[in-house]
């Protein structure tokens, strides 16, 4: 007789959406294209619906959500990023493909779009491609940043990327990290702070971030929202593996 052993029940929720548009959008050293790869990733094992991933991100040369093209392809993930002699520019490239995802609601499409309202402006320029209720814009807040190290610097920042972008914030996703020293009490704290920038503007904590080491040693109690468990894609130009432009991988 085979004996089959009941699968462990996961510690946390990964998150999940309804609206078939996720902009992630970040300041300069939020984790949010490290973010916005992992929770493709997730995404397209936790759901039966296509999930797409387009790179808008022209302020951060380093991290960028096009660097994992190969790895995401592997699992399913369709990605949207400029080709040829473009796929490393930081010009505003705005491709016909982004905007025709956008406004065919097939699946998910995930927005990574650059850290401050002047790499948001870009997503001005889709125009009326974004239908209310079609979208989420969700702001990835580590407190160990500069001007996201309080409340009213995170509002700030806030406002000016609606301001340029001619959308409004639905969510926050928090993301404190210090890289390699991150530890429990950094992602609780990160948590706790975030929950007050999403309480001053009457907004949900979609989701807490974290790498999978660090959440194995948070109580499942500790955190009552979705958790997306991080697995790092993204490296620093200096830590990438000398290939070609064309035969980059991850």
Same mark, same amino acid.
């Given at each position: 007789?085979?004996?089959?052993? =009941?699968?462990?029940? =996961? /510690?946390?929720? =990964? ?8 902009? %992630?959008?970040?300041?300069? @050293?939020? @984790?949010?294209? !490290?973010?916005?790869? *992992? ?10 619906? =296509?999930?797409? %991933? ?6 951060? +040369?380093? $991290?960028?959500? /096009? ?26 490239? %705005? ?11 097939? @699946? ?22 974004? !239908?209310?209720?079609? $979208? !989420? ?6 407190? *160990?940043? +500069? ?11 806030? &406002?000016?990327? !609606? &301001?340029?972008?001619?959308?409004? $914030? ?30 001053? /503007?009457?907004? +949900?904590?979609? $989701? ?14 500790? %955190? ?7 697995? /790092? ?18």
């Amino acid at each position: 007789m085979t004996v089959v052993m =009941p699968t462990a029940k =996961p /510690r946390f929720h =990964p998150p999940a959406f309804s609206r078939s548009i996720l902009i %992630i959008v970040g300041g300069y @050293g939020s @984790g949010k294209s !490290e973010v916005a790869v *992992n929770l493709a990733q997730t995404l397209v094992t936790t759901q039966t619906a =296509p999930v797409a %991933i387009a790179d808008l991100d022209i302020v951060n +040369p380093y $991290f960028r959500s /096009r660097e994992a093209e190969r790895a995401l392809e592997q699992m399913g993930v369709h990605t949207i990023n400029p080709r040829g002699g473009h796929f490393y520019a930081d010009l505003p490239i %705005i491709l016909p493909e982004i905007k025709g995802s956008v406004q065919r609601h097939e @699946g998910t499409v995930i927005l990574d779009v650059g850290g401050d309202d002047v790499g948001a402006r870009i997503l001005s320029s889709l125009g009326d491609a974004f !239908e209310p209720g079609t $979208f !989420e814009l969700l702001l990835v807040h580590n407190a *160990n940043r +500069p001007f996201t190290a309080d409340v009213d610097g995170t509002l700030k920042m806030m &406002t000016g990327i !609606e &301001t340029s972008c001619k959308l409004a $914030f639905t969510g926050i996703i928090s993301n404190t990290h210090i890289m390699e020293q991150t530890d429990a009490a950094t992602v609780l704290e990160g948590l706790r702070k975030a929950r007050e920038v999403a309480a001053r /503007r009457d907004l +949900p904590v979609v $989701f807490v971030a974290g790498v999978t080491e660090v959440l194995r040693t948070i109580p499942a109690s500790d %955190i009552t929202i979705p958790v997306l468990e991080l697995q /790092r894609n993204l490296l620093k130009p200096w830590e990438r593996p000398k290939l070609g432009k064309d035969q980059f991988k991850i």
